[in-house]
Structure formats: C-alpha cells, structure tokens
C-alpha cells in the first residue's frame, strides 16, 4: 500500500547547486505529475508524464528538468537550484483513460535553497 | 487559459454551523475534483464530480457541480473540529489536458 513514495522528504541546498528529487508509484498508473505548492498559491503544475517516454510542461517548468524512467518513476532535477525554488514539491498520479480517477499524492518534499 | 477561483480563501466557524464554498472556472470543463490537506501533510482526494448536476456526499460535507455557470460547491453541514484543514477544488480542462488547475485552496477553522 505504498501507493507515491517521495524522497527525500526534506532537503536544504546552498544556491547554485543541483539535486534530484525521486518519486515512485506502485499502482500501475500512466500518468506522473510534478507540482509545487507556495504559500497561498495552491499547488501549480510544473511538469507531466502523460505516458512511459512522454513529458510536457506545466505552468512553472523554467529551472527544472524531469525524467520518465520507467512506468513505476519520474524524477525532477534542479540543475542550478535559486532562492525561488523553495517550496515544498509533490509528486502525482493517475490512471489516464478513467474519467472518474483522482490523482494520488505523495507525501512532499520540503526543499529550502539558500 | 484555464482559471480556477475558490473563495472565501480563509474561513473561521464555529461548530455546528453550516457554510459553502464556492470554485469557479473560467472554461468549459466537465470534471472537477475536490482535495482537503491537513498542515504538513499530503492532498487527499474527497470527490470526483463527472458531469452537470453531479452530487456527491460523505458525511459532514457535500459536492456538487453546475457546468452551465462553471461553479461547484463545497457545503459544510454542522461543522466540527475534525474538519479544519484546507481545501482544494482543482479543474481538468475538457480535451483530455492532463493539466489539472488548482485553486487557491481555503483554509477552514472551526472553533469549539
């Protein structure tokens, strides 16, 4: 009952350095998602995997970079991480092709850049 | 371009009283979604609202979806402690995006 597991769950970074964070599901769904979450902004998309071998941009996706490993993993890179991308990150995902089917959510990722 | 506006973005209530609220959007979309989050933690999903006139209810709380006036609504029935959280309506735009678009989120408080 793993379902979206994340790590790290919490990071700190000095300016200009880079990291990846992780995110995995076990319950066979085709679409990942990456979103941010900032203070009284809600969440907003920063990139998506609707399917293995596929990503696309969300609505934030400058400074970031993702990767479809495989079904099961999506990965978000920060190749130069910046004061602005503190956040807390959350990794997403669905069964693309049933109407009725929410996203499941990981549990975060709390990164600060200083 | 898909907006999503939820109000109000912060609520305060005491127990036992009832209150809504409201998610509009500004284009055609026939699935909508509500989310609740506790402080610190993950989105939960609460309800998948599929079509005009769609209501959905789960103990305390009541989603419904009017695709005409591009609005759903989150109704609170006598509220109790338990429920303080935040809340999260999120809309998919019709076409098959995956781009989901989030509101705001509104923060519930209910005080004993």
């Known amino acids: 009952n793993a379902g979206v597991t994340q790590t790290p769950k919490f990071q700190v970074l000095k300016t200009g350095q880079s990291m990846t964070l992780q995110c995995a599901q076990d319950m066979n769904h085709n679409s990942m998602y990456w979103y941010r979450q900032d203070p009284g902004m809600g969440l907003r998309l920063i990139y998506y995997?609707?399917?293995?071998?596929?990503?696309d941009k969300g609505e934030v996706p400058n400074g970031y970079n993702v990767s479809r490993l495989n079904k099961r993993e999506f990965s978000l890179r920060l190749e130069s991480a910046a004061p602005s991308q503190t956040s807390v990150y959350f990794c997403a995902s669905r069964y693309r092709g049933i109407r009725n089917q929410p996203q499941h959510f990981g549990d975060g990722t709390r990164l600060s850049i200083l | 371009e898909l907006k999503v506006e939820q109000n109000p973005l912060f609520l305060s209530m005491q127990e036992g009283k009832n209150y809504t609220i409201y998610c509009n959007y500004s284009?055609?979309?026939?699935?909508l979604y509500w989310y609740r989050q506790d402080p610190g933690k993950s989105l939960e999903s609460l309800f998948v609202?599929?079509?005009?006139?769609a209501v959905k209810q789960e103990g305390r709380l009541m989603a419904s979806l009017d695709t005409k006036a591009r609005l759903s609504t989150l109704h609170i029935t006598a509220a109790v402690h338990d429920l303080s959280a935040t809340y999260f309506c999120a809309v998919d735009p019709q076409g098959g995006s995956e781009k989901l678009v989030f509101g705001k989120g509104t923060k519930l408080t209910v005080n004993p």
């Open positions: 995997s609707a399917s293995e071998g596929t990503t």
């Open positions: 284009t055609t979309s026939d699935r």
């Open positions: 609202l599929l079509s005009n006139g």
